[in-house]
C-alpha cells in the first residue's frame, strides 16, 4: 500500500529552536492532517488542512497545505521537552475515507 | 465524553492462538478503521469499515478477520495465520464527511 513521504525521519532539537518537517505524495490529496504519537498511545490530531494554500495554527504549531496538493508541512515554534513523540501526517484523496499515512517524525528535544 | 475505547491495553498470545482485540466507540462515528504500527514505522491498513455489516480489506489484510454487526463495535481478531503477528493496533474511527480520524490508545500485542 501507499505511504507518505515524511522527512526527516528523526531530529535531535534544543529546546527553544524551531522545527520544520514535510510530507510529499505522488497522488493529489483534498485534505491533509497532522498527528502527533506519544510513546504507547495512539496518535492525536494536532491540525486539520483542506484547501490547497491553507496555512493553519494551532499553539506553537503551524501546517500549510501545498499548493500543488501533493505536500503538507508541519512547523513547531520554540520548541519544548513535551513536544517529544512521533508526527505522522495523512493524506485523503476525494471520495475516499481512507487516509494514507506517512512513515513519521521522530523528535527528541534536548533540555 | 465521547471517545474510541480500546482493550486489552497488553495482550500476550501463544502461537497458534487467535485472539481478538477490541474496539468500541461512541462518537456516532459511521467508519471504523483497524491500524498496524510496527517499531520505527507507519501505519499500515487492516480492514475498515464504512457501515454495519460491511467492511472492506485493506493492504495487509491476512492473517486477520473482523465483524461489524453494530456501529459501535469493530473487533479485530488476529488468527493463527498470522505469521508474525507482534506490534502495536491501532483502532481509528471517522464520521462521514471530510473529517480526521480519532485513534483509540492501542493495544500492543505479543507473541509469547
Known amino acids: 500500500g501507499q505511504q507518505l513521504n515524511q522527512s526527516p525521519q528523526s531530529m535531535f532539537i534544543q529546546e527553544g529552536e524551531d522545527v520544520s518537517m514535510n510530507c510529499t505524495s505522488s497522488?493529489?490529496?483534498?485534505?491533509w492532517l497532522w498527528y502527533k504519537q506519544d510513546p504507547g498511545e495512539g496518535p492525536v490530531l494536532l491540525i486539520a488542512l483542506y484547501k490547497a494554500g491553507e496555512l493553519t495554527s494551532n499553539g506553537r504549531l503551524t501546517a500549510q497545505f501545498g499548493i500543488t496538493r501533493k505536500d503538507s508541512f508541519l512547523n513547531i515554534s520554540a520548541s519544548i521537552p513535551s513536544d517529544v513523540g512521533i508526527y505522522f501526517c495523512a493524506g485523503r484523496a476525494s471520495g475516499t475515507y481512507k487516509y494514507i499515512f506517512g512513515t513519521g517524525t521522530r523528535l527528541k528535544v534536548l533540555a | 465524553d465521547g471517545g474510541i475505547t480500546q482493550s486489552p491495553k497488553y495482550l500476550f498470545r501463544k502461537e497458534g492462538q487467535n485472539v481478538t482485540l477490541s474496539c468500541e466507540q461512541n462518537?456516532?462515528?459511521?467508519?471504523m478503521y483497524w491500524y498496524r504500527q510496527d517499531p520505527g514505522q507507519g501505519l499500515r491498513l487492516i480492514y475498515y469499515s464504512q457501515i454495519v455489516n460491511d467492511f472492506q480489506k485493506g493492504d495487509i489484510a491476512e492473517g486477520y478477520s473482523v465483524s461489524r454487526e453494530k456501529k459501535e463495535s469493530f473487533p479485530l481478531t488476529v488468527t493463527s495465520a498470522q505469521k508474525n503477528p507482534t506490534a502495536f493496533y491501532l483502532c481509528a474511527s471517522t464520521r462521514e464527511g471530510n473529517y480526521g480520524y480519532t485513534f483509540g490508545s492501542g493495544t500492543r500485542l505479543t507473541v509469547v
Open positions: 497522488s493529489i490529496f483534498n485534505t
Open positions: 462518537l456516532n462515528h459511521d467508519a
